[in-house]
């Protein structure tokens, strides 16, 4: 299938610290959606996005989707150690193709 | 407010054995789906029913996968003549809407390991 990429793959930051992950695609998108998944979880889901520049938050989450819609992001201000997990972004192109991404893994050191 | 559920949460089968993965979406969900999560990766697409109709079977692997959701609630996979490559987590998603549009709530998943 179609590899949607997410960078960084991993990601340890200090507790406070603030962390980004974004997703990439090579091909304008329908929507994305956000996932959540803690270790040895499912994947719970966060939010989606459907306008190009569209800017949504969720208590200290930030999500983008860019102009293009090729790429989304999403932030963390001031990390706590419950947002330990793996964030995968999960994109829809027209044609209803839906691909997760391969995840950026965080780990909150306390 | 049962979520989805699924079962056996795991399962070992001898290489050459058929297994059979059940999901319980939650009531009313018209969409359903069957994901196939490795270790460390996201998790791929395998079908997709809309009630009981099965509109996407692109991401099934091999014929030996076959799914089903007779009444347009419960749905199973079913692994024949299970291969060590098979091994992985089977998550089975439901959601509201028609389509991939709408929010998709997740099993705890089936994990299958072939030995």
């Known amino acids: 299938g179609q590899q949607v990429m997410q960078i960084p793959q991993y990601q340890h930051v200090q507790e406070g610290e603030d962390f980004t992950t974004y997703c990439n695609s090579s091909t304008t998108l329908s929507n994305i959606q956000w996932y959540k998944q803690r270790p040895g979880g499912h994947p719970v889901f966060l939010i989606q996005?459907?306008?190009?520049?569209e800017v949504k938050k969720q208590k200290r989450l930030t999500f983008q989707f860019g102009e293009a819609k090729k790429n989304s992001s999403l932030h963390i201000t001031a990390t706590q150690t419950t947002d330990v997990g793996t964030y995968f972004c999960a994109v829809i192109y027209t044609g209803n193709q839906f691909y997760f991404g391969t995840g950026t893994s965080l780990t909150v050191i306390p | 407010g049962a979520g989805v559920s699924q079962s056996p949460r795991y399962k070992v089968a001898k290489r050459g054995q058929d297994v059979a993965l059940r999901c319980d979406p939650i009531?009313?969900?018209?969409?359903l789906f069957w994901y196939q999560q490795a270790l460390g990766q996201g998790p791929e697409f395998l079908t997709y029913?809309?009630?009981?109709?099965?509109?996407?079977k692109s991401g099934l692997p091999s014929d030996r996968f076959f799914a089903e959701r007779p009444e347009g609630s419960v749905s199973t996979l079913k692994i024949q003549r299970t291969q060590q490559e098979d091994s992985a987590v089977y998550l089975c998603?439901?959601?509201?809407?028609?389509?991939?549009?709408?929010?998709?709530?997740f099993g705890p998943g089936t994990r299958l390991t072939v030995t």
């Open positions: 009531s009313g969900h018209v969409s």
């Open positions: 996005l459907v306008k190009s520049g």
């Open positions: 029913f809309q009630n009981e109709a099965q509109l996407d």
């Open positions: 998603a439901s959601s509201l809407g028609i389509g991939r549009v709408y929010e998709q709530y």
